[in-house]
């Protein structure tokens, strides 16, 4: 019986609720699944068929000893999917200059690297106050250090004073993480974020994440609704290129891109190939649980 790693971290021993039927069709078709933790020195990963990346989502507060686990697996030739170099270059946000740089419509980023506390202070002190902005670092998942800022609104001193801490103990001496800044979109509020989501490669469905209220934030736990849906021809168009991007690297198992409207067109926000939430207990339909299931028996 093939045996296959879902790896996880620390905090989640039992893996992410996303993915229970997922391992139960596996299970069915007669794959096992393990779940070892990915950082925990004693794992011997030859010994797996496959090894997924799945509910590893303390990564980015560990990001150098991510891409040296990466670079082991690789010095072992454990097969891993998506593939390690694609890992690696999906694991930092600045591929989304690559991105941007090739013609994919990304949402306009302006990119620092603050080197000290007042280097900070002076950076955020530039951003115009006719204009709302969100803040966040290039290494980071679920909207963590992420800030909503307008320098004009009344009582906003306080809150990003707090965030400019924050990053200092955080962030400040991790040498590859870069300060975002973008333009808030205030469509987010009413649209929402749409994801795509591909497996093998080819487009399978889309999920619509709404934040609720003011809250412009459209993860599950920051309490958004999701609701499949159907994507749209320019969504799908941005999508694909993206993909083929991606596919430039390396192939992938399964990846999602997640898009908003910006100036009246969808744009790029996010590829997320590392261990992307692929939204499977959202979808109307068991297909598409065994749909990757059939994608992965492949690879055992």
Known sequence: MPTLAFATDSRHPNGGDDDTDLRACLTEAGISVELPVWDDPNIDWKKYDLILPRSIWDYPSKHPAFLTWLERLKRLGAPVQNPTPLLAWNSNKVYLKELSEAGVPVLKTRWEAPKSKSDLEEIVGTLSNQHEWILKPSVSSGADLT?????????????????????????????????????????ILKSGETSLLYFGGIFQYAIRKQAQGEDFRTQPNFGAKLTQVK????????????????????????ARVDLIQSEGKPACIEAELVEPNLFLRYTDSKQNHLA?????????
């Open 147 to 187: 800030l909503r800022y307008h320098p004009a609104q009344t009582g906003s001193a306080k809150p990003v004073q707090g965030w400019i801490n924050s990053w200092v103990g955080e962030k400040l001496n991790q040498k590859d993480c870069l300060l975002m800044i973008q333009r808030f979109e205030k469509e």
């Open 231 to 254: 994507a749209t021809d320019d969504q799908l168009n941005v999508g694909n290129q993206v993909l083929k991007h991606v596919h430039r690297i390396d192939k992938t198992l399964y």
């Open 292 to 300: 990757l299931a059939a994608e992965i028996k492949k690879l055992v």
